[in-house]
């Protein structure tokens, strides 16, 4: 089952100027495509989608059971799914390791936790040191209203921040059809609570309680504040993803504009990213003063151009 084509990157003209510009730059270089989503459009207001490569398709997990080989136990192996709510300990023995439970225990030789939000957990109660704890996050979406779909083919996702182990808030199309809008991350106050009230005190105080959570929290606030505004405010939730589509077909990095300046001649750019313009081949820099102009303008805008040897307008004919 396939909920569309691959992914696409979305860049912002402060990708281009900004602490991220460096990354865009690289991705641009070993990845660039032309610009394939219609409705992902603009950079400075609004974004442009990227062709990056041809991903494959969303898949549907909920298909990869027992009776899909993909999902069956490994050669050998014993599945003990009945026991995974009822451990209470880890012990270590002579010939491996021992897992209590309320239902007997399970011996093997090598033992291989995965507790995802409660693998320090795990690592402390084998009598392990992992150096780190799970401060959790909560993910809160939006689902796209039904008539708005179809400007999503496939994925969006905003230009990575190598600070961050966070996609970011991205647009997903789902194999039903539907797309998904988020994650917007928040802090959350149980590690298993998924609502947005809920709470555990347990949960809630152990990040306050690890040394390293401070420094995290004074390094990131404002990345923190900005994700608890967008969870308080869905008028801030829906400006952050308007920047993502727009059904506005706007000048951006890819995409070829005409124009008619004041005495009707027609010409015709590309624009490009900077340093690489060559104005004979029609390729026009982002940077340059009709880079900036254009950059985020639609058919029929009035650019006017600021350039060294004076300003001039010209009206956009079309982008494509």
Known sequence: ???????????????????????????????????????????????????????????DQLRLGPDDPRGAPVTGGELAAELVDHGVGIEADGAGHRVVTDQGDVGARFLVTCGGLHSDRLARLEGGDPGAAIVPFRGEYYRLVPERTSLVRGLIYPVPDPQ??????????????????????????????????????????????????????????????????????PQA?????????DDTRCVA??????????GGEAMSYEIVFPGDGEVDKGWVSADSPLGLALLGASAGDLVHVDAPAGQWSVTVVSVD
């Open 164 to 233: 961050f182990p966070f996609l970011g808030v991205h647009l997903t199309r789902m194999v039903d059809g539907t797309v998904h809008a988020g994650p917007n991350a928040v802090l959350a106050l149980a590690r298993e609570g998924y609502g947005r009230f809920a709470f555990s005190p347990a949960d809630a105080l152990a990040p306050v309680a690890w040394p390293g959570f401070w420094p995290l929290a004074c390094r990131y606030w404002r990345t923190g504040a900005t994700g608890l505004r967008r969870a308080l405010s």
């Open 253 to 262: 990095i890819g995409l070829r504009a005409t124009l008619r300046d004041g």
């Open 1 to 59: 089952m396939a909920g569309g084509g691959g992914q696409q990157l979305a860049v912002t003209h402060s990708d281009l100027e900004g602490s991220l510009a460096p990354t865009t730059r690289a991705l641009y270089e070993r990845n660039i495509r032309r610009l394939v989503l219609p409705a992902a459009a603009a950079i400075a207001a609004r974004w442009q989608g990227i062709d990056l490569r041809p991903l494959g398709p969303v898949a």
């Open 237 to 245: 939730s829906t400006a952050s993803l308007r920047e993502l589509v």
